[in-house]
């Protein structure tokens, strides 16, 4: 039997599940179940990556211990894949002692292989922020660029991964299996990428504790990607079940976001190059969703918390929009409108009504019993189921899931087209029975073959529709083909599979709650007076202005503050030119970090007023003097 390893990517604890984890999810669920349809052996692994300096911290926040936020979440995720019928077969969590030791084992070999080595991380170092910078991005060579503080040299022992020797080896890789990263697209921006030159990467930290130690050097524990990847490979038995890891490695499918295809498509075949591990076949990065247009931030998860999605449409309805709206690999948008739209249109009219239809008519025409088709029947249908199998097969291959998706419903199309222009009730009042029997057999068995293509995407809905066929069983390899239903097999009508919804009504809800979150964003937090009088904002006049170089929007000033000359770059170029503001009495910022913007340093900013892509500097009347303060 031939074997099939899926994954999906560990997700952090630091969150509650998101639409994008469901997404990844049900993507991987969906393949998984398809290739156990076609009979394959498959394993999927999905889980929870616990480790690391974000964690640590939503802890603290929390006032809980790590591990006590990462039990907590983990019931999250679990109670969710549940709701949504996910079928993973392991589910993964990096604090488990098996993954633990399987990450101290390989860190240990490969530092006595060589490819790790204890290096220096040196760097300049903000001590308030706890960054090292190099030295380009400092200000002024000396400055840090967040805070603006001076910055120190600092040399800090790190454990670092040789990825430098990599690079030709992961080229050649590249060159051999060119599907390795899907999209294509991907693939060449990986290349791009690697073609540039790799560093050696550091795979040890010393500013926190929540992480696998360093097996030979407490004081270290483990970078959390590193820790991270090696699930893949801990959770389906590495040193621990070395039967099953030989059966089921390499993974045939890594499922990932774009956001974390460097770390999958570069690092992860490196670090098993390293350790002797064969690298997986694929990595399929898919894009983003955005949420009714705009970008999913905190208070938009809400409109789209895969809970309620499934409280209001059904887990089915939603596995299917995901995977049907928007070809895998690239962007889309997710609005509670075109969800709708889906519901109503493909599943309620095209597939609902078919088999409401063909369930009427059996029952009607034929005691509600599969007839016995005859050898002289027509072969439309038949035909196009047979290339159905074939095509969902082809672009399932390919993580092609809305093609597949449209080649099935090519054929409820067609199988629609056909009861009409058949019209079966024509043909029993002509009392042609035979031709009826083998109309009917046709399309009883379309629909029998489109529930079992389906059932990798909705399971339940599909397992509904099956059994009003009068089919029990959950389908097997043997039933992706034509000529499977049994004549004689009773058929029972019952409530619509999917029922209908008001589009209008639902935009109109929804349309208000994405307004009142925007607003939640928009709101401005109140301030104390105290908080106030932090801010240093003096009159300054312009003593020298001139445009940045290359630039349309930056104008350089040097500004009399009072006190001293300060340089400002301020973003005024596209209202002000220049000459028109030497002289010119301005309010200013005096306390902002200092900034480098085009190499240039502006110690504080000009404040001006905008509304509508229209910018107002203030007035001020003739005597004010400079230096004079906002209070
Ligand atoms: N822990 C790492 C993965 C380690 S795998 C060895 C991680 N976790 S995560 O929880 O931050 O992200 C999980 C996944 O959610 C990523 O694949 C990411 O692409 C996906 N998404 C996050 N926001 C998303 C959207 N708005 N849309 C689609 N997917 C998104 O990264």
Excluded at 289 to 314: C, F, H, Q
Excluded at 568 to 578: D, K, M, Q, R, S
Aim: charged content about 30%; overall charge neutral; hydrophobic content about 40%.
């Amino acid at each position: 039997m031939s074997k099939f390893y899926v994954t999906t990517p560990i997700y952090y604890v630091n969150d509650v599940p998101h639409l994008g984890h469901a997404y990844t999810t049900i993507a991987a669920d969906v393949i998984a179940r398809y290739k156990r349809l076609k009979g394959y052996e498959v394993f999927f692994l999905t889980g929870t990556d616990e480790h690391g300096q974000k964690i640590e911290k939503a802890a603290k926040a929390k006032g809980i211990s790590p591990k006590e936020l990462a039990d907590s979440v983990v019931v999250n995720f679990k109670k969710l894949w549940e709701r949504f019928n996910i079928s993973y077969d392991h589910f993964i969590r990096t604090t488990d002692d098996y993954h633990e030791r399987v990450v101290q084992e390989i860190f240990q070999r490969l530092y006595e292989k060589g490819d790790i080595y204890l290096g220096e991380y040196e760097g300049w170092y903000c001590t308030p922020c706890e960054s090292f910078w190099s030295k380009s991005q400092l200000i002024e060579g000396k400055c840090c660029p967040d805070c603006g503080r001076p910055v120190e040299r600092l040399k800090e022992k790190s454990y670092f991964f040789r990825l430098s020797t990599y690079q030709d080896k992961l080229l050649k890789f590249y060159e051999d299996n060119p599907d390795f990263v899907m999209p294509e697209f991907r693939m060449n921006e990986v290349k791009a990428f690697v073609k540039q030159g790799l560093e050696d990467i550091s795979i040890s930290r010393t500013t926190f504790r929540w992480g696998i130690p360093v097996p030979f050097d407490n004081e270290h524990v483990i970078y959390v990607w590193f820790d991270a990847l090696f699930n893949y490979v801990s959770g389906i038995g590495y040193s621990t079940d070395q039967e099953k890891f030989e059966k089921f490695w390499p993974a045939d499918l890594h499922i990932i976001g774009k956001d974390i295809l460097r770390f999958h498509a570069i690092y992860w075949p490196a670090f098993l190059m390293a350790a002797g591990v064969e690298p997986p076949k694929r990595v399929f990065a898919h894009g983003w969703w955005t949420v009714e247009g705009r970008k999913m931030s905190k208070s938009l998860r809400n409109v789209v918390d895969p809970n309620r999605l499934i409280d209001a449409y059904g887990a089915d309805a939603v596995r299917y929009f995901l995977m049907r709206e928007v070809p895998f690999g690239l962007d889309g948008d997710f609005s509670h409108k075109a969800l709708a739209h889906r519901i109503n249109g493909d599943l309620a009219n095209d597939l609902g009504n078919l088999l409401y239809r063909v369930l009427t008519m059996t029952i009607k025409y034929s005691d509600g019993v599969v007839p016995e088709p005859t050898e002289d029947r027509d072969r439309e249908l038949e035909n196009l189921c047979k290339k159905m199998i074939e095509d969902v097969d082809r672009y399932l291959d390919k993580q092609a899931f809305n093609r597949a998706l449209e080649s099935i419903w090519e054929v409820i199309r067609a199988a629609n087209k056909y009861v009409d222009v058949k019209a079966p009730w024509s043909l029993y009042k002509e009392n042609k029975r035979e031709e009826l029997g083998n109309v009917l057999y046709n399309l009883l068995e379309t629909l029998r073959l489109v529930a079992v293509l389906l059932y990798p995407f909705m399971p339940v809905k599909m397992d509904e529709m099956l059994s009003q066929l009068g089919v029990e069983s959950t389908p097997t390899v043997k039933d992706v083909a034509w000529g499977v239903l049994v004549p004689g097999t009773k058929v029972k009508k019952g409530k619509p599979l999917f029922p209908k919804l008001d589009e209008e009504e639902i935009a109109k809800k929804i349309e208000k709650e994405v307004k009142e979150a925007e607003k939640e964003e928009e709101k401005v937090e109140e301030i104390s007076i105290e908080y106030f009088s932090k801010l240093k904002i003096v009159v300054a006049k312009v003593l020298e202005a001139e445009r940045v170089p290359k630039t349309d929007r930056l104008i350089k000033l040097v500004l009399d503050v009072g006190s001293e000359k300060r340089t400002v770059v301020a973003g005024i170029g596209a209202w002000y030119e220049p000459q028109d503001l030497v002289g010119k009495k301005v309010l200013y910022l005096y306390n902002l970090k200092p900034r480098k913007l085009r190499g240039v340093l502006s110690q504080g900013m000009i404040l001006a007023a905008s509304k509508d892509d229209k910018l107002y500097l203030p007035e001020f009347p003739e005597n004010t003097p400079v230096g004079a303060q906002v209070r």
